[in-house]
C-alpha cells in the first residue's frame, strides 16, 4: 500500500480543510516536467498536522486507494442476520474476489470503483460468516496468498485490477548498474521456505502428497506444510504441490538501492512500474548481482540540494505487492 507525506504553506490555496480534510478528500499525486505529468498514485488524505514549531506549514498525510479496505468490513444486517452470508463450493477465485467487492461496494456511501473480473481458472472454497468483522483489505490479502496467489491494486484512477498470478514484466531498456546509478546495495538473503513441503487438501484430511525438492540435499530439513482449499483429486493436489516446493525451494533474496536522481535526468517515471523486472548490477564483494530481479518497493523523498533521493526494493518473486 502507498503513502504520501506532503507540506503546505498556510498561504497556499490548497492549505485548505476543504481541500486537504481527512477521510473527507483525496488526493491523485503526478510526477514529471512540466507538460508531461504522469498521474503515478491516488487515494484519501488521512491526517493533517500543524505546528507552531513549523512556522505557516500544514502537514499533510494520505494512503493510497487500497487503504480505503482497511476501513471497511463484510455488510451485516441485524434485522436480517443470514441476509449476507456467503458460502462458494468450487468457485472461481477471482469470482470470490468480485463476489466480495460487489457486495460490499454496493453499500450506501462506498468508494466508487471500476472493475472487470474474469475467472482466472483457481478454484477455490470460500465463506463469510454472518457478523464477520475482518477488514475487507484483510480478506484480499488471503486470497491472494493461496497458492499460486495472485496481485492486486488499486490504480490512481480507482480502477481495481487482479493480476493471477503475478503482476509482472521484463524490461529491457532499463537498467541499474553500481557506479553508474546506484549509490548504495543492500542485500539480504534468507534461504529457502523449505526443502520438504508437504500439501494437503483442505477438503479432506486423508488427501496428502510430499515433494522432496532437490535443495533437500544442499539445505538441513526445512518442513513446511500448505493447505489447497481448491483441491478435491490427487493429481490436482500433486500438480501444485510440486509447483508451491519448487517456489518455496528458492533462497529468499531481498535487497534495496539508492541513487540521486540528479536534476531528474533519469527517466524513471515514464519507464518502470511495480513488479517490472529490471536488470541489475552489483557487487557486494561477497557476491555479484547480474540479473534482472522484480521491482516491488520505492520510497522518494527529497534532498536538500531539491534532487530526488529514490530507495527500491527488489527481490526474487517471493515478495508480493
Known amino acids: 500500500m502507498g503513502s504520501i507525506s506532503y507540506g503546505l504553506d498556510l498561504e497556499q490555496d490548497l492549505a485548505t480543510r476543504t481541500k486537504t480534510n481527512p477521510y473527507i478528500t483525496d488526493f491523485k499525486l503526478f510526477r514529471g516536467h ?10 484519501i488524505h488521512t491526517s493533517i498536522d500543524i505546528s507552531e514549531a513549523e512556522d505557516n506549514l500544514l502537514n499533510v498525510g494520505g494512503k493510497d486507494w487500497l487503504h480505503y479496505f482497511e476501513k471497511d468490513e463484510w455488510p451485516f444486517d441485524p434485522t436480517d442476520p443470514i441476509l449476507y452470508n456467503y458460502k462458494q463450493t468450487g468457485r472461481d477465485i477471482a469470482l470470490v474476489v468480485k463476489d466480495i467487492l460487489d457486495t460490499t461496494l454496493a453499500q450506501p456511501n462506498s468508494l466508487a470503483l471500476t472493475y472487470t473480473l474474469a475467472a ?17 483489505l484483510s480478506k484480499l490479502d488471503e486470497l491472494s496468498k493461496i ?32 557506479g553508474h546509478n546506484i549509490e548504495n546495495l543492500h542485500y539480504t538473503e534468507n534461504g529457502p521456505q523449505a526443502s520438504k513441503l508437504r ?46 516446493a519448487s517456489r518455496m525451494a528458492a533462497p529468499a533474496i531481498e535487497f534495496s538501492c539508492s541513487f540521486v536522481n540528479y536534476d531528474n535526468d533519469l527517466n524513471f517515471w ?3 512500474t511495480l513488479g517490472d523486472k529490471i536488470h541489475v548490477q552489483g557487487d557486494l564483494g561477497y557476491d555479484m548481482i547480474d540479473d534482472y530481479f522484480r521491482f516491488v518497493g520505492i520510497e ?11 530507495d527500491l526494493t527488489f527481490d526474487n518473486g517471493t515478495l508480493a505487492l
Open 199 to 244: 500439501g494437503f487438501a483442505q477438503a479432506t484430511t486423508r488427501l496428502g502428497y510430499v515433494v522432496d525438492d532437490p535443495a533437500q540435499t544442499a539445505y538441513r530439513r526445512l518442513v513446511e506444510s500448505v493447505e489447497f482449499s481448491d483441491v478435491t483429486d490427487a493429481n490436482s493436489l500433486q500438480e501444485k504441490t510440486i509447483a508451491e
Open 34 to 43: 512540466e507538460g508531461e505529468m504522469l498521474p503515478i498514485m491516488g487515494g
Open 120 to 136: 482466472v481458472g483457481q478454484l477455490v472454497n470460500y465463506k463469510i460468516e454472518p457478523a464477520d468483522t475482518e477488514k475487507i
Open 270 to 272: 515514464g519507464e518502470v
Open 300 to 310: 522518494v523523498a527529497p534532498t536538500d540540494e531539491g534532487d530526488e533521493q529514490i
Open 147 to 178: 497458492a499460486p496467489g495472485f496481485d492486486f491494486e488499486i490504480t490512481h484512477d480507482r480502477i481495481f485490477k487482479l493480476y493471477a498470478p503475478q503482476k509482472t514484466r521484463t524490461l529491457t531498456g532499463f537498467a541499474l548498474k553500481q
